[in-house]
T-cell receptor, first 113, second 115 residues
Framework: QKEVEQNSGPLSVPEGAIASLNCTYSDRGSQSFFWYRQYSGKSPELIMFIYSNGDKEDGRFTAQLNKASQYVSLLIRDSQPSDSATYLCAVTNSGGSNYKLTFGKGTLLTVNP | SAVISQKPSRDICQRGTSLTIQCQVDSQVTMMFWYRQQPGQSLTLIATANQGSEATYESGFVIDKFPISRPNLTFSTLTVSNMSPEDSSIYLC????????????FGPGTRLLVL
């Protein structure tokens, strides 16, 4: 069973702080890694993807990937109340079906003004 | 990214009935995906809908319960058949990004409550 694990939270940070969201995955052959943001009552919105080991930055967001440790994280700098949402980690499965995404259960982030 | 719409946005249904959910995309895509998100849970892939061929179902999902149609490259339907309260979920369709089938974008979802 291929699994993606996330701390369910809630993770609470003050406005302006760095929020750190973590994810581990069991399928060592996974190739691609995604972070989705889901506001309450809304559908998931893609915010970051990463394919290679290391860091990838996009605005206030940085994704970090360590394939040896099977670990991917998302850092949100200068957190804003509008960042309050559930963050879903997703990975593709190995075995030739690269479009199949396995999702974690998500981490609820609350940014306090 | 593609613009995706779903109908209905929400519905309340009686057990034993069926509901067909529509997914429309503003561009042609080879694959469309159907997911389920049960209350408090993450997303689970139900099936992949390919135009011109039968849908590919994931373990635990069967065609009799979730028949899918894919009549063209911009449209798909998912039917939830013989519903029970356990089928109360959000049903989402997604499509891959142009040039990267691994990157998926989601429609707004259909919120289903079965009484």
């Amino acid at each position: 069973q291929k699994e993606v694990e996330q701390n369910s939270g809630p993770l609470s940070v003050p406005e302006g702080a760095i929020a750190s969201l973590n994810c581990t995955y069991s399928d060592r052959g996974s190739q691609s890694f995604f972070w989705y943001r889901q506001y309450s009552g809304k559908s998931p919105e893609l915010i970051m993807f990463i394919y290679s080991n290391g860091d990838k930055e996009d605005g206030r967001f940085t994704a970090q990937l360590n394939k040896a440790s099977q670990y991917v994280s998302l850092l949100i700098r200068d957190s804003q109340p509008s960042d309050s949402a559930t963050y879903l980690c997703a990975v593709t499965n190995s075995g030739g079906s690269n479009y199949k995404l396995t999702f974690g259960k998500g981490t609820l982030l609350t940014v306090n003004p | 990214s593609a613009v995706i719409s779903q109908k209905p946005s929400r519905d309340i249904c009686q057990r034993g009935t069926s509901l067909t959910i529509q997914c429309q995309v503003d561009s042609q895509v080879t694959m469309m995906f159907w997911y389920r998100q049960q209350p408090g849970q993450s997303l689970t892939l139900i099936a992949t809908a390919n135009q011109g061929s039968e849908a590919t179902y994931e373990s635990g999902f069967v065609i009799d319960k979730f028949p899918i149609s894919r009549p063209n490259l911009t449209f798909s339907t998912l039917t939830v058949s013989n519903m029970s309260p356990e089928d109360s979920s959000i049903y989402l369709c997604s499509v891959p990004s142009t040039g990267s089938e691994e990157t998926q974008y989601f429609g707004p979802g259909t919120r289903l409550l079965v009484l």
